[in-house]
């Protein structure tokens, strides 16, 4: 019994510190990470303001601006984490709040 319980605090240690090593990535690279990407794809320059990560595995993004096409105040992304250590960019959720989506012909 001793051992089980000692393995249950070892594994719950490795997670928390993989959740905050999580955290302080996303604080500290995220904005880049995310501009980077989204400017892959979009073809288009992308800027952000303010990268958080929130629990779990969701992303709050403020101020996402695609040049001349699209600006949000405040973006909830759902994802998974292989999105951080992969290639891979899967969303399970996007929320805008107040977009402002500029088409011109």
Same mark, same amino acid.
């Given at each position: 019994?001793? &051992?089980?319980?000692? $393995?249950?605090?070892? @594994? !719950? ?9 999580? $955290? ?9 990470? $995310?501009?980077? &990407? #989204?400017?892959?794809? !979009? +073809? ?7 990268? &958080?990560? @929130? ?6 993004? %403020?101020?996402? *601006? ?8 405040? #973006? ?10 992969? %290639? *891979?960019?899967?969303? *399970? ?6 977009? $402002? !989506?500029?088409? +011109? &012909?």
């Amino acid at each position: 019994m001793k &051992r089980f319980v000692r $393995i249950l605090f070892v @594994a !719950l240690c490795l997670l928390s510190a993989l959740f905050v090593s999580l $955290i302080v990535f996303v604080r500290f690279h995220g904005k880049a990470l $995310i501009e980077q &990407r #989204a400017t892959g794809m !979009l +073809h288009r320059p992308v800027t952000v303001v303010e990268v &958080r990560l @929130a629990f779990p595995m969701v992303l709050n993004i %403020k101020g996402f *601006s695609v040049e001349g096409l699209l600006w949000v105040e405040e #973006a909830q992304v759902g994802c998974d984490f292989m999105t951080f250590v992969g %290639k *891979s960019f899967h969303l *399970s959720e996007v929320r805008l709040w107040n977009p $402002i !989506l500029t088409l +011109h &012909r």
